[in-house]
């Protein structure tokens, strides 16, 4: 017979499975690939998404820059990045990190372009508030990829989960600042800014990667222990390397 405490562990490991209701590996890998396109129709909306955010950090409006973070398609850059990393295709983090390069070249290329031609010139509140990442911003980001990833690999398509974790973790607006700053030859703030896009972008590729390595998506080789020990640590590396500074910064500015 089953007792109380086993039977109450069986529940809880239940009610926090990843994997209840997971949708084939197939279907997840068509979803996060096709998710991740550069081309065509995403790069329209991006250039539109940074526009939006452009203007509302430009004017200070907070719902404007919801919006265009609503719009942008750069998580699924990041999620099929981590795709790749998890099932040991070198091919697809490779080709999808040059397709992110050019969208981020592209993003802070529009922004700037807006920045130098738009009359308003003092860095509002929003602007300021893209400058100085902390560890918040680290737990932000970790949480978003959990919650990103999971909600692409469910299979139930339609959910909200992506355009909240869009919001949460806010990748398009420290693009915008990094126009702003170039525009403005600002570059302490610059990289401030860029420094808070990257901890977002590798926070939420991080935490993906985890998931989609719990989940066991399949493996297009075989990695040996010591390979995958390898591996392991060179994340971890880089992700203490990229925590540090948040750490210092909320010391000396709190």
Same mark, same amino acid.
């Given at each position: 017979m089953i007792n109380k405490h086993e039977s109450f562990s069986a529940l809880?490991?239940?009610?926090?499975?990843?994997?209840?209701?997971?949708?084939?590996h197939n279907e997840i890998r068509e979803r996060l690939l096709s998710g991740g396109k550069i081309s065509g129709t995403n790069m329209v909306i991006m250039i539109c998404a940074i526009l939006i955010a452009s203007v509302g950090l430009n004017t200070d409006s907070v719902a404007v820059i919801i919006g265009a973070m609503l719009v942008s398609p750069l998580m699924g850059t990041i999620l099929a990045i981590a795709y790749g990393t998890a099932s040991a295709n070198i091919e697809i983090p490779?080709?999808?990190?040059?397709?992110?390069?050019?969208?981020?070249?592209?993003? #802070?290329?529009?922004?700037? +372009?807006?920045? +130098?031609?738009?009359?308003?010139?003092?860095?509002?509140?929003?602007?300021?508030?893209?400058?100085q990442p902390s560890f918040f911003d680290v737990i932000i980001a970790s949480a978003g990829g959990i919650a990103g990833i999971?909600? /692409?690999?469910?299979?139930?398509?339609?959910?909200?989960i992506i355009p909240g974790v869009a919001i949460a973790t806010a990748l398009m607006p420290p693009l915008c600042t990094c126009g702003y700053s170039i525009a403005n030859g600002q570059w302490a703030m610059l990289a401030g800014a860029f420094y808070l896009f990257m901890v977002n972008?590798?926070?939420?590729?991080f935490s993906a990667?985890? #998931?989609?390595?719990?989940? /066991?998506?399949? *493996?297009? /080789?075989?990695l040996t222990p010591e390979q995958w020990l390898v591996?392991?640590? *060179?994340? #971890?590396?880089?992700a203490i390397i990229m925590i540090i500074p948040t750490i210092l910064?909320?010391?000396f500015v709190y």
């Open positions: 809880l490991k239940h009610m926090f499975s990843i994997s209840e209701d997971t949708a084939s490779r080709k999808f990190g040059i397709g992110f390069a050019f969208q981020i070249i592209v993003s #802070v290329a529009t922004a700037t +372009l807006y920045f +130098l031609i738009s009359p308003e010139k003092t860095a509002t509140a929003q602007i300021l508030a893209r400058t999971i909600g /692409q690999t469910r299979q139930d398509k339609a959910n909200n972008a590798y926070f939420i590729f990667d985890i #998931v989609l390595t719990v989940l /066991q998506i399949p *493996k297009v /080789q075989e591996r392991k640590h *060179k994340m #971890v590396r880089n910064l909320g010391y």
